[in-house]
Nanobody, 124 residues
Framework: QVQLVESGGGSVQAGGSLRLSCTAS????????MAWFRQTPGKEREGVAAVYTDGRRTYYADSVKGRFFVSQDKAKSTISLQMNDLKPQDNAMYYC?????????????????WGQGTQVTVSS
């Protein structure tokens, strides 16, 4: 059973930074990708950043390019999201995800495993 545990959310003023981390436990070695999604009430889950674990491609949503940076530590089964220059529109619950057969990094339905989420609040 794969479990994903996020940490690092919190409250910050606009322009500030936060770093999210997600640690996977269980049989995660077969996953081909890990990602961060976010969701606000009434909206669909949005892909923020994602990476194939073999490093062949990294995805960023246009809204976060140049501000957010994803990294992975395969030895520790960890994916992190460094979020800089945060804006009020970044307010959301952020979720870590992992999948074994992800073909499209941007599609939430392709990820099999999800964390419980961590809240990010940005005040103006």
């Amino acid at each position: 059973q794969v479990q994903l545990v996020e940490s690092g959310g919190g409250s910050v003023q606009a322009g500030g930074s936060l770093r999210l981390s997600c640690t996977a436990s269980g049989y995660i070695s077969s996953s081909n990708s890990m990602a961060w999604f976010r969701q606000t009430p009434g909206k669909e889950r949005e892909g923020v950043a994602a990476v194939y674990t073999d490093g062949r491609r990294t995805y960023y949503a246009d809204s976060v390019k140049g501000r957010f940076f994803v990294s992975q530590d395969k030895a520790k089964s960890t994916i992190s999201l460094q979020m800089n220059d945060l804006k009020p529109q970044d307010n959301a619950m952020y979720y870590c995800a992992a999948g074994r057969y992800v073909a499209d990094l941007t599609l939430a339905q392709e990820y099999e495993y999800w964390g419980q989420g961590t809240q990010v609040t940005v005040s103006s």
